[in-house]
T-cell receptor, first 115, second 114 residues
Framework: NAGVMQNPRHLVRRRGQEARLRCSPM?????VYWYRQLPEEGLKFMVY????????ESGMPKERFSAEFPKEGPSILRIQQVVRGDSAAYFC?????????????FGAGTRLSVL | AQSVTQPDIHITVSEGASLELRCNYS??????LFWYVQSPGQGLQLLLK??????LVQGIKGFEAEFKRSQSSFNLRKPSVHWSDAAEYFC????????????FGGGTRLMVKP
């Protein structure tokens, strides 16, 4: 059973470009979370999704950021018109349905560098 | 809003020595508590969790943690540290078992001296 898969592992973008980060949850998991880790800081929650639904986006910046988890395919975190302050590690986590839904399993992250 | 504090940003211990990493949370009820470890350039691995029941929980890699309600603490311990334990450790809380977000502490970076 493969773990949470994120790609790319490293992404370099110039200011103003778009960044697309992908996350494939563990098999059987129906919940996906995105977190951002700025240098020398802990992880900060961004968004919580289930298939085709955004459940909680209270941690998402109001502009330029969006997330989706379609019926088929990976979850996508999209950052439009990136700025230097978007440089960070973005982690995806997934959890199973049912009683264990609070146990989140993390991917290796995508490290975004904005030039 | 809940918050998690890890008072020690850096800790250095000698290999073979015991370890305790502190974690305090601020929340009205008992949250769900977790410890994760992050090796450089890697994702987070779950070490252990507390939901209810016995307040001393055992995890992987020889780690344990004790929940103390009166102190709002969930400190991580290991009796004998190995060089491979050098990493960053994060304490996290969730409000309930409804698929809620995790709130993380700022992390403690552990260095191990030979």
């Amino acid at each position: 059973n493969a773990g949470v898969m994120q790609n790319p592992r490293h992404l370099v973008r110039r200011r103003g470009q778009e960044a697309r980060l992908r996350c494939s949850p563990m098999k059987g998991h129906s919940h996906v979370y995105w977190y951002r880790q700025l240098p020398e800081e802990g992880l900060k929650f961004m968004v919580y999704l289930q298939k085709e639904n955004i459940i909680d986006e209270s941690g998402m910046p109001k502009e330029r950021f969006s997330a989706e988890f379609p019926k088929e395919g990976p979850s996508i975190l999209r950052i439009q018109q990136v700025v230097r302050g978007d440089s960070a590690a973005y982690f995806c986590a997934s959890s199973p349905p049912g009683l264990a839904k609070n146990i989140q399993y993390f991917g290796a992250g995508t490290r975004l560098s904005v030039l | 809003a809940q918050s998690v504090t890890q008072p020690d940003i850096h800790i250095t211990v000698s290999e073979g020595a015991s370890l305790e990493l502190r974690c305090n949370y601020s929340y009205g009820a008992t949250p769900y508590l977790f410890w994760y470890v992050q090796s450089p350039g890697q994702g987070l691995q779950l070490l252990l969790k507390y939901f209810s029941g016995d307040t001393l929980v055992q995890g992987i890699k020889g780690f344990e943690a004790e929940f103390k309600r009166s102190q709002s603490s969930f400190n991580l311990r290991k009796p004998s540290v190995h060089w491979s334990d050098a990493a960053e450790y994060f304490c996290a809380v969730a409000l309930n078992n409804e698929g809620n977000m995790l709130t993380f502490g700022g992390g403690t970076r552990l260095m191990v001296k030979p």
